[in-house]
Every structure is written in C-alpha cells, then in structure tokens.
Nanobody, 121 residues
Framework: QVQLVESGGGLVQPGGSLKLSCAASGSIFRINTMGWYRQAPGQQRELVAT???????NYADTVKGRFTISRDNNRRALYLQMNSLKPEDTAVYYCNADIRSRSEWAYVNYWGQGTQVTVSS
C-alpha cells in the first residue's frame, strides 16, 4: 500500500549537479524521519543524509557542504540537491522513510527501488 518512488538520477560530469526526488504514496497517516542512502557496486549501503519531520538534518561527512536534503510534508516528498559531484558519488541512491499507515499503529521502515547516479566524464 505504501510506496516510495525515486526519480532524478542520471549521468552527470564531475563538478555537475543533480536533484533527486522521492514521492511517498498510499494510505499514509504520518511520516517521521526520511533519508537518502546510497550503494556503490561491491560496497555496503551507506547513509547520505536524513531529515526529521521537524526539519532537523544529518549528513555523512563525505557529502557535507555539497548535498542538501529537504522535504515537503504537504506533498509527502523528499529531495536531495547534489552539487559539486565527484566520481566517488556514483551509486544507486535509495529513499528511506519511517511511515505510519492509516491501518497501523506502529511506524514501518520503507525503501524505494533506487535511482542510479553516475558521475563520469
């Protein structure tokens, strides 16, 4: 019932920018913390950034000062503005959220299907 769908990935040159979006849909009562994670080939999935329901943000050291996470609670959307991209940012980026559906009392952690970001000249 609840889905997270990412968009906005693609190929970009080093130093370029991309903006990722994530839309939550379904029978949603409330969304708590949302975040972006990424997984490069042969590596474990890692935290990129998170944002709480009141806007408190947290970033991985590797992206601080280059990436900006934001959310639109009315639209149930999550964004990641990525600037000054580097080849090491190449990965599949996943949207993640703690969501309480209208049929549940507890929050459940959901993942999107991922969107590929490739930084290469």
């Amino acid at each position: 019932q609840v889905q997270l769908v990412e968009s906005g990935g693609g190929l970009v040159q080093p130093g370029g920018s991309l903006k990722l979006s994530c839309a939550a849909s379904g029978s949603i009562f409330r969304i708590n913390t949302m975040g972006w994670y990424r997984q490069a080939p042969g590596q474990q999935r890692e935290l990129v950034a998170t944002v709480t329901s009141v806007g408190t943000t947290n970033y991985a050291d590797t992206v601080k000062g280059r990436f900006t996470i934001s959310r639109d609670n009315n639209r149930r959307a999550l964004y990641l503005q990525m600037n000054s991209l580097k080849p090491e940012d190449t990965a599949v980026y996943y949207c993640n959220a703690d969501i309480r559906s209208r049929s549940e009392w507890a929050y459940v952690n959901y993942w999107g299907q991922g969107t590929q970001v490739t930084v290469s000249s």
